[in-house]
């Protein structure tokens, strides 16, 4: 099994590229993202990689980070989510992107990739919520997003996203401002501070 690929770059198409590693051409699949920060013909690459054995056909599925292999082998344990669809996804958003959406259970930035219309969407966030503890600390999500679940903090946190929400605020609007807060406040969790700094976060 192939889990990275470092080599020299020997060509790019829309959606995969060919890794020379000591003589021997690499196809590689990868997401957008992936391909936009790709190096020019002839420099040296590193790639994380996923390896797809099936019965006619070996695939591989490269990545410039860790995480984002990640997100693309937890993406596929969702019914109906295939490599393809995963490789959309990840073409269109961040694993922080990712990581937000499902903590704060709103479908809606899932829709702007390919093939994932909102039922799938909502099915996404829904099966994927309990392996993305809320308001966690994730490494490689991004930026620390407050307090894990059952630390002191992360109840007052959740009522915080809700109260914006209630106050007409989106979801992951909301969730971004409290997780702006609660490194802002350094300490202080109270609902009513989380509430307050989180409305300061929204109006900037």
């Avoid at 390896?51 to 693309?72: N, P």
């Amino acid at each position: 099994m192939i889990a990275w690929l470092h080599g020299v770059l020997r060509s790019a198409g829309d959606d995969h590229v060919v890794v020379d590693v000591h003589g021997v051409g690499y196809q590689v699949f990868c997401p957008g993202r992936t391909m936009s920060a790709m190096p020019r013909a002839g420099d040296p690459i590193t790639l994380e990689i996923e390896t797809h054995v099936r019965e006619d056909h070996i695939q591989l599925f490269g990545f410039s980070e860790g995480v984002e292999r990640d997100w693309f082998r937890r993406l596929q344990t969702v019914q109906g989510v295939g490599a393809r669809v995963a490789l959309g996804v990840l073409s269109v958003l961040s694993p922080a992107d990712l990581f937000r959406s499902v903590a704060a259970q709103d479908h809606a930035l899932l829709t702007q990739a390919p093939g994932v219309g909102p039922k799938l969407a909502r099915r996404v966030v829904a099966e994927l919520k309990d392996r993305v503890p809320r308001l966690a600390v994730v490494e490689g999500a991004g930026d620390a997003v407050g307090p894990p679940t059952g630390e002191p903090g992360a109840d007052e946190a959740g009522d915080a996203v809700s109260a914006l929400v209630n106050l007409g605020y989106g979801r992951a609007e909301a969730f971004g401002a409290v997780t702006g807060a609660v490194s802002a406040l350094d300490g202080d969790t109270s609902v009513e501070a989380l509430i307050k700094a989180g409305l300061k976060e929204l109006g900037r």
